[in-house]
């Protein structure tokens, strides 16, 4: 993983300051954890152990990659969820058992996903709707939506040539043994994502709208333009997630229920602000390993569901919590 | 021989790894205005925090009506008869007049709150300073502009038979006008026997208003003096040299240029008929009121709260913005008078908040450490140039004084050569030290061609530093003059007085 301290500019001046640069808590309690489910499996050092974790983790850790967009352009999308669960179920429909077919369903899909997001965007930037309200209406909305296209009952069955992308391990590689290719997207998206937010004018310019709009359109920011590519960013990794799921999990309505929040604690837990203005790739993708790694632990020690929800409700708020402490000694005025 | 009302003996205070303050005494006697200077940082509101209880000292005493005592509450402070009204107003602003002056001490009747008697103590003592007409006791507080809002803390200081009142830079939220009105008031207070203890760095207050002067210096007393001594005298006190140079030397004829904006029978629903010329190489000050139309003005020329009406050129070219990412396209700069607000992307780097515009002008996709206008190395050095002060420049912009932020934004204009510059209020909330900085920075962008609108409400600072000032009066141009014009005819031309005169 990319080691990127949260927020930190890549000023040259980095090197006067003479501080050594401060390396997110989130990579040592990741690290924590899994030494910690080491410790009570000791297969999860071999690489079906931690491969299969990587795998599993893949899709939260692309939509918290996408979710940071929206988080530091000062924001939530609550509508990531019901999409991937439009992604899984439309594509069923679409596919309808045919293999040749996916080719088309795949950008048809990301076409569905770009006009979310662009929904999204323009109903947060022009009718000035509170983006927790936009967009859990859009949750609502394509939640029925997916119900309706698939009549309520969706076909359980995705052809192999769709499910490739989250299912599939590229066996014979020296050292590892096999790649599963859903975390070959994690790898390529995650990149991507990294490079947009933290080396373009792009990533300074959602970070300076999520901290100060008026300040940042006084400077001649073009808010509504940053802010609409914000929600597409994040649209589109969630259907992304929605075609790695759609690979391991069965075809059902519920499929994406609870990822968006799940999202916007994996990028608190990266120590995001959660009014906007800071945030990292890296450390979002890491907040979802760790999410994912604290459900494993949860399930190794043999704990339900429900009390996973619990966990996650708290984690939240501690996560909050300490990010506000920890920003607070770190001073300012 | 009185004695004095408050004294402060040795006092010294440290906080971790700073030493606030060394051996600083102090004192003030009862119907006298001691003034206490000292430029940001310099140890003044500590000093008032230790009188008012809000911190403990570490060293020395403070003695209240002859009889020592050790504050540790602000409280214990207030009954001891200190009342300190901060520069941010400590006041309930959904609550009325009547309500905020008795806050905590309601007079009650049968248990219940006398509303009726404390509307009528509440009329008894603002008519002490002769505004009992102007602010009535059952207004929301919020309703009230902020010299009167500053009025009813005052009121609630004297209605709290308060013997010392501190007041932290009391006029810096007020316009030419209202300050004239604090001054009255403060007249009064001294008239009532009260000691004041007025914080300020502006030399005409002091003289206007001070009996004893005492300037603080990093933490320690730089001068005191027993009258109030030259200007000249305090401010070399306050910043440690000669300020002969204090304002940039104006503009010669030759270095004055092209029209580079000009605007005809230009208006919108707060501006009428506007008509001027702005010049290459010149720096023309506004003046005005507030609310008379100078910020208004700015914004309109910048497209944030774009003209209805009438003709605007920029460099010969239409130039009527709706917004301002088209005015900055064109050659338009502004700094705006609430850096916090308007200006700062606080959690930001100070190289980050320097390259803001630089970027958003570039493509979306660009390198954001290599625009077209300016790479991060470009902006580094040229932060170094106006000596910006800072750690290190990728550390968050929030830590930095005010004057080293004015600066940052400053590089952030410069980086985009603009033909016009708009200065909102560019020294508020500035040292007096960054204040010549930021006067000579502005000249030397005029010498180099850029012309320079300056906004101030800081009427000695238009004076000084314009070449021409233009006043401005409910949303008109009133008046133009040359420099070197007298303090009188520009509040003369800002009131309307002038008509009535004639």
New interface residues.
Partial sequence: MIQETV????????A????LPKINPVFFVLAALLVAITLSNPNFVEPTGYMNFLKRAAPLAILAAGQIYVIVSGGFDLSVGSVITLTVVGSSVLLNNNADATWWVIPVMYAVGLAVGVVNGLVVSYLRVPSLIATLGMMITLNGAAFMWSSGSPRGYLPETFRFFGRTNIQGIPLIQFLPVALLVLIVVGLCLFW?MH???????L??IG??P?????????LE??RI?AFVISSLSAVTAGILLGGFAGVSTDVGVGYELQAITACVIGGA?LLG??GSVPASIAGALTLTAIFTLLNFIGLPKPVRDVVQGVILIVAVVLATYRRNRA??? | MISPAIEMRGITKSFPGVKALKSVSFSAYPGEVHALAGENGAGKSTLMKILSGVYRLDGGAVVVGGEERHFSHPLEAIRAGIAVIYQEFSLLPERTVAQNIFLGREPTRLGLIDHKAMNAEARRVLALFGSAHRIEPDTVVADLDVASQQLVEIAKAVSLDAKVIVMDEPTAALNEAECEVLFGLVDTLKKRGVAIVYITHRMREITRLADRVTVLKDGETAASFDHVPEPDTIVRAMVGRDIGDFYAAPATPQEIGEVVLSVRHAGNERLKDISFELRAGEIVGFAGLQGAGRVALAQAIFGFAPFTEGEVELAGKPARFTNPRDAIRAGIGLLPGDRKAEGLVLMQSVSDNGLLTARALSGLAGKADATPFASAEEMDKLLHELDVRAGSFSQEIKALSGGNQQKAIVARWLALAPRLLIFIEPTRGIDVNAKAGIYHLMRDLARKGTAIMMVSSDLPEVLGAADRILVMRAGELVAAFPRGVSEADVMLAATGEEAVAA
């Fill in positions: 927020g930190s500019a890549k000023a040259p001046g980095a006067r300051g003479g501080r947009l080396r373009t004018n792009l990533g300074r310019l970070h300076a901290d100060n008026r300040a940042a359109q006084m400077s001649g920011v073009p333009r940053v590519i602000q203005g800071r001073g300012g005025t």
